[in-house]
T-cell receptor, first 117, second 112 residues
Framework: EPEVTQTPSHQVTQMGQEVILRCVPI?????FYWYRQILGQKVEFLVS????????KSEIFDDQFSVERPDGSNFTLKIRSTKLEDSAMYFC???????????????FGNGTRLTVT | QQQVKQSPQSLIVQKGGISIINCAYE??????FPWYQQFPGKGPALLIA???DVSEKKEGRFTISFNKSAKQFSLHIMDSQPGDSATYFC???????????WGLGTSLAVNP
């Protein structure tokens, strides 16, 4: 079964550094998402991406965050200047091989654990 | 504002018992209600989902019960097994808005 893959599985960085989290969504999916989860707490929506542009973002997704789909397969999340409170599990998800399939399931990757020291 | 309220926060069930997790929502525009299962170190995985035109959906040992008037839905795990031990999240979504609103999660432990 196709799956969403994320790299790296664990990233440690110093406060103020830039990090790029990488994701390869399922190949025929059209909608891409980043979510984060702080220490086993609830899953928080960050951003959704469709047709090469952001379709929605949360208040968490401020100017320090950006997303990109550089080559048609990868989907990246960049944090420009990391803060301690950015430490979390970051999950990429994809869905929607069909148009108007708004209740098609989200497929999640296994996440990248980001630790900011 | 917590739009999807999930309870209990944690649950311990004996093997063979029934696990019940409840969620309540506020937005009457929500029309898609999935449950996700998450094992440690893994991403959430869709377990079962329901739309509000039915009151119950069953897939194997997992059942969603939906009460539209009360704006509540629940997950029932029949014959709970130790392998069901995981965190369960309810979620909701409205119409063409693909953003899921998540509950806070329930940590289920099934004792052998």
């Amino acid at each position: 079964e196709p799956e969403v893959t994320q790299t790296p599985s664990h990233q440690v960085t110093q406060m103020g550094q830039e990090v790029i989290l990488r994701c390869v969504p399922i190949s025929n999916h059209l909608y891409f998402y980043w979510y984060r989860q702080i220490l086993g707490q609830k899953v928080e929506f960050l951003v959704s991406f469709y047709n090469n542009e952001i379709s929605e973002k949360s208040e968490i997704f401020d100017d320090q965050f950006s997303v990109e789909r550089p080559d048609g397969s990868n989907f990246t999340l960049k944090i420009r200047s990391t803060k301690l409170e950015d430490s979390a599990m970051y999950f990429c998800a994809s869905t929607g091989g069909e148009v108007r399939s708004y209740n098609s399931p989200l497929h999640f990757g296994n996440g990248t654990r980001l630790t900011v020291t | 504002q917590q739009q999807v309220k999930q309870s209990p926060q944690s649950l311990i069930v004996q093997k063979g018992g029934i696990s019940i997790i409840n969620c309540a929502y506020e937005n009457t525009a929500f029309d898609y209600f999935p449950w996700y299962q998450q094992f440690p170190g893994k991403g959430p995985a869709l377990l079962i989902a329901i739309r509000p035109d039915v009151s119950e959906k069953k897939e194997g040992r997992f059942t969603i019960s939906f009460n539209k008037s009360a704006k509540q839905f629940s997950l029932h795990i029949m014959d709970s097994q130790p392998g069901d031990s995981a965190t369960y999240f309810c979620a909701s979504r409205a119409g063409n808005n693909r953003k899921l609103i998540w509950g806070l999660g329930t940590s289920l432990a099934v004792n052998p």
